[in-house]
């Protein structure tokens, strides 16, 4: 009898760890660790339980407790688990003190999203671009990977090699750095060189948090086949596709999402894919306002252009999957219909901003009026940019 081969590996499970600060607004820290948790999902992990402490400041040692850690300890060695996963960027120091006395694996938060970008780094560039993030990440880090040594019997012959060891990775880790940052910017000059050669044509580019939806818009507005999927960073690598709208043409790009507590290696590394985005003549900063906290999304977005210094350009707020924006009137009747939904929205929020519109991208509903908006926007950059055009 033929055997089935159905055997599909089992996910990790996952705990997740975060503080409360004072300063925090309430609610804000079980916000950040339910995105923490999509981020575990999307990685392939299942997150099992989720730990948070009230403190002043994070633990210089531990960063929650020393009796919080012990709960953790517990907890792991009891259920199995194969992961800790901390909110927030861990020191050196920090992922060695509870390695040792959590048994599993430690991982902070940036190392995850590094994770993360590494399974979805599809072309040359953004493999080089996601290596060298990684590589400027791990080498203050690297003295936890030899921790084994101490863990042996000490004494003379143990101490040198260990440290020789240490500063012999350290070399080949800050070679390939300069080589890496040596090939991105072969790469940068490449692009600087296509975008010059491109025709003058009004550039638009698609902005806005991880998972907004740009990928969707982009496909609707351009026909293209970019991933479109929902789960963080789907989309990486910089694709640029030529729009006609009415009759007038423009170069639509869409790139990879913001994200709140984004690492600042990855956003040094990305520089060169973002430069898409800091040359665009307008940008369409895309909003899932079906998010409870679609507002500080905004911010976050607006606080990574203003780091890109690609603040102050013409823009359009596109407001997306206002289909899934839960809506009750004062007799607490449902507003189910995009329609309805639609006109809620103009005579309730924003409405009467010539610089906002609401669509639902993944229904293809009231994408009519988005393509008229960019296009006001584009003639009026045409005019500006290339006024002997014009007309």
């Avoid at 043409?249 to 984004?262: M, N």
């Amino acid at each position: 009898m033929k055997q089935q081969n159905d055997y599909t590996p089992k996910k990790e499970t996952a705990v997740l760890v975060g503080i409360s600060l004072p300063k925090d607004e309430d609610g804000a820290v079980r916000e950040h660790l339910e995105e923490l948790e999509f981020l575990t999902e999307t990685a392939g992990a299942k997150t099992v339980k989720t730990f948070i402490q009230n403190m002043k400041n994070a633990h210089p040692k531990f960063y929650v407790g020393p009796g919080k850690i012990e709960e953790i300890k517990a907890f792991v060695e009891e259920n199995q688990i194969d992961i800790a996963i901390f909110d927030d960027e861990l020191t050196p120091s920090q992922i060695r003190n509870i390695e040792e006395i959590v048994t599993c694996k430690v991982l902070d938060r940036t190392n995850l999203i590094l994770d993360i970008f590494a399974a979805r780094a599809q072309t040359a560039q953004a493999k080089t671009q996601v290596e060298l993030a990684q590589s400027e990440y791990l080498l203050p880090r690297l003295t936890r990977l030899w921790t084994h040594l101490s863990r042996q019997k000490g004494g003379i012959g143990m101490r040198g090699p260990g440290e020789r060891e240490i500063e012999t990775d350290r070399r080949v880790i800050r070679t390939k750095i300069t080589l890496l940052k040596e090939k991105l910017e072969i790469i940068h000059k490449q692009n600087v060189t296509r975008r010059k050669s491109r025709d003058q044509k009004v550039r638009v580019s698609l902005v806005g948090y991880t998972n907004a939806g740009k990928s969707t818009i982009m496909n609707q507005l351009s026909d293209a086949t970019v991933l479109a999927e929902n789960k963080l960073f789907a989309t990486l690598d910089t694709t640029v596709r030529k729009v006609v709208i009415g009759s007038t043409p423009i170069l639509l790009s869409d790139t990879v999402g913001f994200i709140r507590k984004l690492p600042h290696t990855l956003i040094e590394s990305f520089k060169s894919t973002l430069d898409e985005v800091k040359e665009a003549d307008i940008l369409l900063h895309i909003v899932d306002i079906s998010h409870p906290q679609f507002e500080h999304q905004v911010d976050v977005v607006n606080e990574t252009l203003k780091e890109l210094g690609a603040e102050g350009k013409p823009f359009l707020l596109v407001y997306n999957k206002i289909d899934l924006y839960p809506i009750k009137t004062d007799d607490e009747t449902e507003i189910t219909g995009s329609p309805e939904k639609l006109a809620y929205f103009k005579s309730s929020y924003h409405g009467n901003n010539h610089n906002v519109v609401f669509i639902a991208a993944g229904k293809n509903f009231n994408l009519q009026e988005l393509r008229e908006k960019i296009l006001a926007l584009a003639q009026k950059e045409y005019a500006t940019i290339y006024p002997y055009l014009h007309g």
